[in-house]
């Protein structure tokens, strides 16, 4: 089985070099990558890359990623998280391959308190939401084999991500304001790359009935003002330095920390789909926390 993985120095396709490359023969690609193209920027580049390669299974962890950023690179969000994404659809449905998109919570406008299904309706708030929803959209109508995976709250040990970003203010900073209105699942990028691992060997088998989109998240939820409470708790367990004090985390509201772009108050995401149709079990979101925080802590 040969392998084509998009986006390997990101979040995710770090930790994906990891988990596929058992799995057979493995070529992975960055936007940077000198003898393949793998910029998304470049979507004729990208289609010469698949035909070149020919592989049976495409994974792509390339995306646009930068969500205010994206309310000013509208053109370039789209052209990254929606239209090579419909390339690569395209490519895989001539190739018979079987394409493993990433997609996010970001599709839906937060709303309610419940998790979400897969069937319920789509509504983004932002451009970078919007971008996603419309990749989706492009690689269903390529009628390709897909299977793509909406997740949320990503971090990983590599690259960076709010477990990073709370443990550099915390050196720096007395007092740190976090929002407790926001919901959601922190979800590792280890967890998605070994869940990736784990599908694969079933739907190479040709299931074409597998094809579609799943939910893909940590078991539980919680706000980031709590995930930040947990980051910073884990932090003083290895006595790292700290110039903010335990009682100077301040939970706010989403109204009171104004961003250009919105953000969705629920991000609670409904995994059953995917652990029926596959057999899996997912972990509670403070286990894969814990265990990065670790590798990062021990690592310092």
């Known amino acids: 089985m040969k392998i084509l993985l998009f986006g390997k120095n990101g979040q995710v396709g770090w930790e994906l070099q990891r988990s596929l490359l058992p799995l057979g023969e493995l070529i992975t ?57 419909g390339v690569l659809a395209q490519e895989a449905k001539q190739l018979n391959a079987w394409l493993i998109h990433y997609s996010t919570d970001y599709v ?37 084999s897909h299977i793509i995976l ?19 203010l915390a050196q720096q900073r007395d007092h740190l304001d976090i929002v407790d209105d926001q919901i959601g699942a922190p979800t590792g990028a280890e967890l998605l790359a070994d869940i990736t691992a784990q599908i694969i060997p079933t739907i190479s088998n040709n299931s074409p009935d597998k094809s579609g989109i799943y939910h893909l998240a940590a078991d539980g939820h919680t706000s980031w003002f709590n995930f930040a409470e947990l980051i910073l708790a884990y932090a003083r367990q290895f006595d790292m330095p700290l110039t903010i004090k335990p009682d100077a985390l301040q939970a706010i509201k989403t109204i009171n920390f104004p961003t250009p772009a919105r953000r969705p108050l629920n991000s ?17 979101w403070q286990t894969g926390v814990e265990r990065v925080l670790s590798e990062i802590l021990q690592g310092r």
């Open 108 to 144: 839906f406008d937060g709303s309610g308190d419940h998790p979400r299904l897969e069937t319920e309706a789509t509504n983004p708030l932002n451009v970078y939401g919007e971008s996603k929803r419309q990749g989706e959209k492009n690689i269903a109508a390529s009628s390709c």
């Open 29 to 85: 690609l960055d936007h940077d990558s000198p003898s393949l193209c793998g910029d998304f920027s470049n979507p004729a580049g990208i289609s010469r890359t698949i035909r070149d390669v020919k592989p049976n299974i495409i994974v792509n962890a390339a995306a646009y990623t930068a969500v205010d950023k994206a309310e000013q690179e509208s053109p370039l969000a789209h052209a990254i998280n929606a239209q090579t994404p």
């Open 268 to 284: 609670r995401l409904n995994t059953y789909k995917l652990q029926n149709a596959f057999g899996l079990s997912l972990p509670n």
């Open 150 to 168: 909406r997740t949320s709250w990503v971090y990983g040990a590599h690259g960076n991500n709010f477990i990073k970003t709370i443990l550099r």
